[in-house]
Every structure is written in structure tokens, then in C-alpha cells.
């Protein structure tokens, strides 16, 4: 059935078709989180703390979700940190012992993964394993065995929906990337105990008993139906948000969207014919508005509160979406946009943000995958 404001607030509907729990795996972000923030308490990561890398080396795989989490991180963390991030699918030739090395993914079987594993551990680099220590992943590290691989244990402590794994593989990098204590860091990071708290109040929020005026992943579910979506960030760290809440609406719900810069965005939209108008799909009616265009492009801008007000403006006049942490839309000031300004860029304090519109667009496509469901 079409995703309508009624479909959305039949919690009793959405209840019964969510046979395989997708709204709570969807909401799991905040545990994971917590459960990085807990393995940091009990000092899993003190090895780091007098540690000076040369680097620190990313290895994700053939894992494109752990790709995007990688590249998160490396834009909010890499221009204020004192220590290359590098974030690879394989692991490189130069590698050595004044390297940390981060083996990242969900995948226990990717060959890759096991392969940086082994070498980085044959060359001595500081190694940090933040993904499942199981198969051959576990037969690598020679788990149980003497003789074992000296590593630190960021493997993930909870059984997630691999599609919804992204919160928990962005928090084990920055605790990788918060642990080099001897590294200059600045502005530190909010901690994570502290995310997880956000992520958690974002996923009540968006609850299935919540109406869907006062519920943001509906609202965003409402949105996107019955378009072609297109999503852009503001800066690279809003760019990886995008790529990833892209694919979240492909995976879960089976939207397929894509993701561009700014200026094809706009040249799309222009094209399309909806950069000046549009029919919203919240209160369209085709006896007072005629008949709607099929699957119009609508365009989304992944930013933060802070910048949204400015890109807002800078976007005044084209049919598109902000989308933010926050639950208002921003204001907009009505005077012309003349360009200039510094240019938007990311900090570690952005990380809060930019996770809590992945689970709100996770909350989202699971809500339109339901929505779509049969009885």
C-alpha cells in the first residue's frame, strides 16, 4: 500500500507487519554506541593512550557501509587530530610497527580483513579489531591458541542487523582516534556515553505511537515517497551521512536514491522542472492540483543545525529538503544570497548531528518498508 499519514499512525498495523523486528533493529544505534562507550571505561583502549602512530590505518574490506564510516570520521577528525587517518579496503605494503591498525567490518569471512589482520600483526603495528572476532577472522588471530595475535578487542558486543551497523563502527573509530591521548586532539569529541544518550532520545521520538507531525522519521518517510530522491551533503563528513542514508533507503526499504555534489544536484533539479515548485506529497490533492508528475526528483541537503539557517538561504527558491538533527526547519533569512563567507566545514563536535540523522533516516526507511507491507 502507498505510504499515506494514516498508514504511518496505524501503530496497530505497523506493529503487526514488523514480524522481524526492523523498527527495534533500526533503533539499536544508541547500544551500540554505548557498548564502545563501555569497552572504554574498562580500559580496552589504554594501550593507545602513549601512543605517537605514524598513522593510523583503516582496513575496511569489501564493506562499503564500513567505507562510509571510515570516511565520516576521517572528515570530522582528520584536519583537527595530529596523526594521518587513512582509511583503505586493503591493507597496505608499507605498514609497520609505528602504525595503528584498525581491522573494521561486520563481515567475519571477508578474506581482506583477515589478510590485513595477519600482516599488520607479522609487522608489528598496534592492532585494533573492530569487527566480529568469529570464522576465519578468529582463526587468523589464532583466538585461544598460544601464541595468539596481541590485539585490542573493539569487536562489536551486541548481534546487530548488519545494515544497521553503522553508529557502532563510527563510534569504535573515534574511540580508536580519542584513545591516542599523546596525539593533539582539538576540539575533543563529545564523549560517547553522551551520543548514545542522543541516538536513544532520537529513536524514542520516532516511536510508532508517535503521530507523524511530531515524528521526524515519518515526516522523512512521507517525503521521500513517491519520488526519486537525490541526497548531497554540505561538507564531506554531510557527504558521507548522505551516501550512507542513501543506501539505507535502498537496503530497508528498497528506495533506490542517489548521491551527488551540490552543483549536479541543482543542475538536476533544474532539468526536472521541480527546482521552483513541486507537489508536496504531504498535501497533495489531485482534485485542487491537477495530476502529479511521476516520481518527481526531490532533492535532500544533509547539514547541521548550526550551518542550517546559511545553506537554507544559499538554497531559497529550489524545491528542496534540509535535513538536520534538529526537529524544526530553519529559518531563512529573505535577503538575496551574494556568496562569499567562510566555507562549511566539520569538527569532531559534529559527530552527535551527523548520527542522529542516520538513525532518523534508518527509522525512516524502515517505517516506509513497513508501510509498504501486506497483511
Request: charged share 20%; proline share 7%.
Amino acid at each position: 500500500m502507498p505510504v499515506t499519514i494514516e498508514v504511518l499512525d496505524d501503530a496497530e498495523f505497523l506493529h503487526s507487519v514488523d514480524r522481524d523486528g526492523l523498527l527495534r533493529a533500526a533503533a539499536m544505534s544508541g547500544a551500540q554506541v554505548r557498548a564502545v562507550a563501555e569497552a572504554q571505561s574498562e580500559g580496552v583502549l589504554d594501550p593507545l593512550a602513549d601512543l605517537r602512530p605514524r598513522a593510523v590505518v583503516v582496513v575496511t574490506g569489501a564493506a562499503l557501509l564500513s567505507a562510509r564510516a571510515g570516511a565520516l570520521v576521517t572528515a570530522v577528525f582528520a584536519a583537527r587530530i595530529d596523526v594521518p587517518v587513512v582509511v583503505v579496503p586493503v591493507l597496505p605494503g608499507w605498514i609497520g610497527p609505528l602504525d595503528v591498525v584498525v581491522v573494521l567490518g561486520a563481515d567475519a569471512g571477508d578474506p581482506q580483513l583477515s589478510d590485513a589482520l595477519t600482516r599488520a600483526a607479522h609487522r608489528r603495528a598496534e592492532l585494533v579489531v573492530a569487527a566480529p572476532l568469529e570464522g576465519p577472522l578468529r582463526e587468523a588471530a589464532g583466538l585461544g591458541r598460544p601464541g595468539a595475535v596481541p590485539l585490542i578487542d573493539l569487536s562489536p558486543r551486541l548481534p546487530i542487523d548488519p545494515r544497521f551497523v553503522f553508529a557502532g563502527q563510527v563510534a569504535a573509530l573515534a574511540a580508536v582516534l580519542t584513545g591516542l591521548t599523546a596525539v593533539r586532539l582539538t576540539p575533543a569529541p563529545p564523549a560517547l556515553a553522551e551520543i548514545a544518550e542522543h541516538l536513544d532520545a532520537e529513536a524514542a521520538a520516532d516511536h510508532l505511537g508517535q503521530e507523524s507531525f511530531h515524528n521526524q522519521a515519518k515526516l522523512l518517510a512521507l517525503r521521500t515517497a513517491g519520488h526519486r530522491s537525490v541526497w548531497v551533503g554540505d561538507t564531506p563528513g554531510a557527504a558521507a551521512v548522505a551516501a550512507q542514508v542513501a543506501v539505507a533507503f535502498f537496503e530497508i526499504a528498497g528506495r533506490i536514491a542517489a548521491v551527488t555534489d551540490e552543483p549536479r544536484a541543482l543542475a538536476a533539479l533544474a532539468a526536472d522542472g521541480t527546482s521552483a515548485g513541486g507537489t508536496d506529497s504531504l498535501f497533495y490533492d489531485p482534485e485542487f492540483d491537477g495530476p502529479a508528475v511521476s516520481e518527481p526528483l526531490r532533492a535532500f541537503w544533509v547539514s547541521t543545525a548550526d550551518r542550517a539557517s546559511t545553506l537554507a538561504r544559499r538554497l531559497v527558491g529550489r524545491e528542496v529538503d534540509v535535513v538536520t538533527e534538529q526537529t524544526d526547519t530553519p529559518e531563512v533569512d529573505d535577503r538575496p544570497w551574494v556568496g562569499g563567507g567562510e566555507p562549511a566545514v566539520d569538527t569532531p563536535t559534529d559527530l552527535t548531528a551527523y548520527l542522529v540523522t542516520v538513525v532518523r533516516a534508518q527509522m525512516a526507511a524502515a517505517f516506509a518498508a513497513l508501510a509498504e507491507s501486506d497483511l
